[in-house]
């Protein structure tokens, strides 16, 4: 089929090569002209793993184009993605400026039949809204009688960064919502190659695919606020949260994944989608109860884990270095986006604290953007050179390469042998037996 992703950024690109990878024509429009130019080389302008190959492969094979004419990409093609970012508002609520706006050039320049697709993870009700954006320029073009037919669908998007193109290719689920029995034969047609041995297309009416993005990412935020909240019950009453979630992870009617208790959860889809369904509940006279626990207990959660800090060096930490490692807000990704490292670092300078930090890949993104203003935080290439002379390590984000680091270099460099842990990482009894004070979420010291 012939394909256009109006917005290339994560989705967008995770969206059209992986389309491109099954043999279809893809368009890939972006107004950054910059990014479009890297693109054209096979420069992908993300870290994810695998994406670059494939992009690369079907630029060589003409699957793939990179353009900022959406004139073009709306003119060649069958169904259009619109994969362009909603922010978040002021009040909370998703930004659909350019949702709308993509919505509006589609309808300046569609001139024969397609579907249109709203890939963006946007509030319940904006196909609708987008379908009217589109009908009143065709109406302004064409008159009443335009002279072919367009759909709108709602295909929301569940790729975790880090994962996109494995998430994609063997997704869980394919959500689809169309009012019109064509379109959802099309839009089943398209998948099939990555819903062939096992049933997961979900065909379902617009609006309830639309709320199934949001309460799929509020359900997955409440389960880590929830394991959040527990371990600090857990180490208030001396238990340990390590075993409690294996516990309760057994029982197959909550599971093993999405329990892991940390530092609480950040990332471009969490924060952002929660607080809209918030929005969004509130707008419809509903009282967002849990929602608003959720959000409350992430937050707090970074300041439990701050607090620990503070508890064992008080809190004038002038004169005071402290390593940390992991600035992203998860591993796999150099996106730092409402990640946990910020605040936790912000509130350590903030005392008087100098932070010696490394990042396999996020430190440019640090350096550039997000700890700009910060100017107590020191980038290292190697993680054991964060540790000279710090009075401790602490961990907030669980790189693989954390796992199974040399205690030996660790102790030997830090000031005193004191590990923070924000994600639980290693075996208190092991450490102790090397001698290290090892604090982490849910277990005392
Ligand atoms: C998420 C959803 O998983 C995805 O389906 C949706 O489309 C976009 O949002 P992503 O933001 O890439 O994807 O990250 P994810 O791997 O889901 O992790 C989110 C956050 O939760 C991270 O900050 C992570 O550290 C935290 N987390 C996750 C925990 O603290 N504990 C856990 O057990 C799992």
Redesign the pocket.
């Known amino acids: 089929m012939r394909l256009t992703m109006i917005g290339s950024g994560y989705v967008g690109l995770v969206t059209g090569a992986c389309f491109s990878e099954m043999g279809n024509r893809v368009i890939c429009v972006d107004i950054d002209r910059q990014k479009i130019e890297k693109l054209k080389k096979g420069i992908v302008p993300i870290f994810e793993p695998g994406l670059d190959k494939i992009i690369k492969k079907n630029l060589e094979k003409g699957n793939i184009e990179f353009t900022t004419d959406i004139a073009y990409g709306v003119k060649n093609s069958d169904i259009v993605f619109i994969a362009v970012g909603t922010p978040q508002s002021e009040d909370g609520s998703a930004d659909l400026n350019h949702v709308l706006k993509a919505a509006e050039s589609i309808g300046r320049y569609m001139d024969h039949e397609m579907i249109v697709v709203d890939k963006s993870t946007v509030p319940v009700g904006t196909a609708d809204r987008v379908r009217s954006v589109i009908e009143k320029k065709l109406k302004e073009r064409y008159g009443e009688n335009i002279p072919f037919e367009f759909d709108v669908v709602s295909n929301p ?6 994962d996109a193109v494995a998430d994609f290719m063997k997704p869980d689920r394919v959500v689809v919502g169309a009012n019109s029995e064509k379109s959802m034969k099309i839009m089943k047609e398209l998948y099939r190659p990555f819903t062939l041995n096992h049933e997961r297309f979900i065909a379902m009416d617009i609006r309830s695919a639309e709320l199934t993005k949001y309460a ?2 509020a359900m ?1 935020a409440t389960k ?1 606020s929830f ?1 959040n909240e527990i371990s600090r019950i857990a180490e208030a009453l001396g238990a340990d949260i390590n075993m409690v979630r294996v516990g309760i992870g057994s029982d197959r009617r909550i599971g093993y994944h ?3 208790p ?1 530092v ?7 924060p952002k989608d929660v607080r809209a369904l918030e929005k969004m509940a509130v707008d419809a006279d509903i009282e967002p109860a849990i929602i608003k626990a959720t959000q409350k207990v992430n937050f707090s959660q970074r300041y439990y884990f701050l607090k620990k800090i503070l508890n064992r060096f008080g809190d004038n930490l002038s004169s005071m270095t402290f390593a940390v490692w992991g600035l992203a ?2 591993p796999q990704t150099d996106d730092m986006r409402e990640a946990p490292s910020i605040t936790i670092i912000n509130e350590l300078t903030k005392l008087g604290a100098t932070i010696n930090a490394y990042d396999p890949e996020a430190m440019e993104n640090a350096k550039n953007f997000w700890l700009k203003d910060n100017k107590h935080v020191n980038y290292f290439n190697n993680k054991y050179d964060t540790l000279n002379g710090a009075e401790a390590m602490i961990l907030i984000t669980e790189w693989k390469e954390f796992r199974s680091p040399d205690f030996y270099e660790i102790k030997k460099r830090l000031k005193n042998p004191i590990i923070f842990d924000g994600r639980n990482q290693y075996n208190k009894e092991f450490l102790k037996e090397f001698g290290f004070e090892y604090y982490q979420i849910g277990v005392r010291a």
Not at 157 to 162: D, M, R
Not at 264 to 270: L, N
């Open positions: 998007e569940f790729l975790k960064e880090g799929a990412n997955l880590i394991i999405f329990i892991y940390g609480g959860y950040g990332g471009s889809c969490f807000f998860k």
